[in-house]
């Protein structure tokens, strides 16, 4: 069955660190692939996505993610940690077209300490 | 602000009841998604609506109903209301909804239900 997989639904960074959250996807057909953020009382924006072309992905507020095919991985990283960058954070794959296909990863929530 | 509407954000209500959650979707935006957030089964699609019709639909019960009027607002309505049911809906809105990957979704800041 088609799936993804965030590992660790906590992660704590000091700030200034790097940043990386994990996120594996389970499926035979490369997907399409998301990462978004939730901040306290907030909705889920997005900070990128690969549907096409290049496979690192530069998104909003200095985060990346590299699509690797061959790991089935899409992690999202960031090299220095902010104390703003505090959410949760949610993996999503869509294997066909349509935001009415995402599935979205469990999320792990991501702790920014001084 | 994302643009996407959503009433009430708290509701607190009791096993049996029905509710009606209200999302109003950005300016010019024909789309409207229902999702639902809880802590056991995580982020959940459950139905679309395009233009007025239904256009897909994914894990939504039996017991839910959900519509889109012509001025493009949409209503969830929950019925027989059980404690499993307690979650944060969110509501996201997009221009078109045909699969277009550079389409952006954007979603409301949702409506936390307690069933007590």
């Known amino acids: 069955a088609q799936s993804v997989t965030q590992l660790g639904s906590h992660v704590s960074v000091s700030e200034g660190a790097l940043v990386l959250l994990r996120c594996n996807y389970s499926?035979?057909?490369?997907?399409?692939l998301f990462w978004y953020v939730q901040y306290p009382n907030q909705g889920l924006q997005l900070l990128l996505k690969y549907t096409t072309g290049a496979t690192l992905v530069k998104g909003i507020n200095g985060f990346e993610a590299e699509f690797k095919k061959s790991e089935t991985s899409f992690h999202l990283t960031k090299p220095s940690a902010h104390m703003s960058d505090a959410a949760e954070y949610f993996c999503a794959v869509s294997f066909s077209g349509g935001y009415n296909k995402l599935i979205f990863g469990a999320g792990t929530r991501l702790a920014v300490h001084p | 602000d994302s643009g996407v509407t959503q009433t009430p954000k708290h509701l607190i209500t009791a096993t049996g009841q029905r509710v009606t959650l209200r999302c109003s979707p950005r300016?010019?935006?024909?789309?409207v998604y229902w999702y639902q957030q809880s802590l056991d089964q995580g982020l959940q699609f459950l139905i679309q609506y395009y233009n007025g019709e239904e256009r897909a639909k994914g894990n939504i019960l039996e017991r839910f109903s959900a519509q889109q009027f012509p001025d493009l607002h949409s209503e969830l309505n929950l019925s027989s209301l059980e404690l499993g049911d307690s979650a944060l809906y969110f509501c996201a809105s997009s221009v078109g909804g045909t699969g277009d990957w550079n389409e952006k979704l954007f979603f409301g800041s949702g409506t936390q239900l307690s069933v007590l």
């Open positions: 300016s010019g935006d024909l789309s």
């Open positions: 499926s035979s057909v490369p997907p399409y």
